[in-house]
């Protein structure tokens, strides 16, 4: 099954006839708790949930949302900081196979997973992904890093590259294309770095170095996703006007794309980071239900066979949606900054 529709994330999620364990640090909000019950309720999931119970039972009676005690278990837990930590834990000792966001910022969450998560191979380095439609075409697109690596250089675009490829693999895009964004499509060097770190991003992957893709920059956005704009530029590639996947050039770039596209053509995204020991649901404190869903059902597709199950798939290619073996980097890789000076909060 090729996920063509981000919605297609919970049919996916469903016909994998098995449940993940979700470990939610500080659902202490109604959409949270509308996402983790409905994924409980599509038969995917079961919860522990991170927070203070008063708060939780709270925001839950002002959802309306009713918490199976035999799904979701809530362990009373102090204050984020605590929870960051106690649900991090939970995954890396076994007791969840995804960990997901609540009401506290990314910054915080991903700081702790820096500092608890050793990270597969020995590697620390990650990166944020976001799976949406394309509103004006519909087709399915990735957007990376809306969230984690804040001025990322070459050589940090290159492995953020590598994981957006991994996941569309993973998404069933056999070859996706990979636009590395700048204001132009052109060189411009001193005055517009972005546009020499794209160009060599895309000289180093045309040497063989990410299999199955294609890169190619610099590129203004409007040259990708739009044909007639690039045609009318005379802008050539095989990436122009048809981009799978959009590399921005900083975190001021792609967060501002993804907040605008939530914002002013409700796109619901499905946003997950990926590098760590198990992918990580990082939906914003603002998003809607529907997009933490999706981001929930992706995140436990891109996590295997659940830890707890004994049935179910082992891996995304049994699910017909391709493998994710190399879903991250090698030990050789660098990480990513030290907690607090590269960590983006969304």
Same mark, same amino acid.
């Given at each position: 099954m090729k996920i063509r529709q981000v919605t297609d994330l919970l049919d996916a999620a469903r016909d994998a006839k098995c449940r993940w364990t979700l470990s939610v640090a500080a659902p202490h909000e109604e959409s #949270?708790?509308? &996402? #983790?019950?409905?994924?409980?309720?599509? /038969?995917?999931?079961?919860? #522990?949930?991170? /927070?203070?119970?008063?708060? +939780?039972?709270?925001?839950a009676r002002d959802a309306g949302v009713i918490?199976?005690? =035999?799904? +979701?278990? +809530? @362990?009373? $837990?102090?204050d984020d900081t605590a929870m960051a930590r106690e649900s991090t834990r939970c995954v890396l000792t076994g007791g &969840?196979? @995804?960990l997901v966001k609540g009401l506290l910022s990314t910054s915080l969450l991903m700081r702790t997973v820096l500092q608890q998560d050793p990270g597969p191979r020995g590697s620390k380095f990650m990166s944020h992904v976001g799976v949406f439609n394309d509103p004006v075409s519909g087709r399915l697109m990735l957007l990376t890093d809306a969230g984690i690596n804040i001025a990322p250089n070459v050589q940090r675009k290159f492995q953020i590259v590598q994981h957006a490829v991994r996941v569309a693999h993973a998404l069933g895009i056999a070859e996706p294309k990979v636009a590395m964004l700048a204001a132009v499509e052109k060189l411009n060097y001193p005055a517009m770095p972005a546009t020499l770190d794209a160009a060599l991003v895309a000289r180093i992957a045309a040497s063989g170095a990410i299999p199955n893709a294609i890169v190619e920059g610099p590129f203004a956005l409007d040259n990708v996703v739009s044909p007639a704009s690039a045609g009318k530029k005379n802008v050539a590639g095989r990436v *122009? /006007?048809?981009? =799978?996947?959009?590399?921005?050039? =900083? +975190?001021? $770039?792609?967060? *501002?794309l993804y907040k605008a596209l939530q914002t002013f053509c409700g796109v619901t995204f499905a946003s997950v980071v990926v590098g760590a020991s198990r992918p990580v649901a990082v939906p914003s404190r603002v998003d809607s239900m529907q997009t933490k869903l999706m981001s929930i059902a992706l995140a436990c597709l891109l996590s295997g066979k659940p830890s707890a199950e $004994? &049935? /179910?798939p082992r891996r995304l290619s049994d699910l017909g949606l391709g493998s994710v073996q190399g879903l991250v980097p090698t030990a050789s890789d660098p990480g990513n900054p030290p907690p607090g000076e590269g960590v983006a909060c969304n």
């Open positions: #949270v708790l509308q &996402a #983790v019950a409905e994924a409980c309720r599509q /038969g995917f999931a079961r919860a #522990v949930l991170f /927070g203070s119970r008063s708060q +939780i039972d709270r925001a918490l199976p005690a =035999d799904l +979701i278990t +809530i @362990v009373e $837990t102090g &969840a196979d @995804v *122009a /006007g048809c981009a =799978d996947i959009l590399c921005g050039p =900083d +975190i001021e $770039t792609s967060n *501002a $004994t &049935a /179910g």
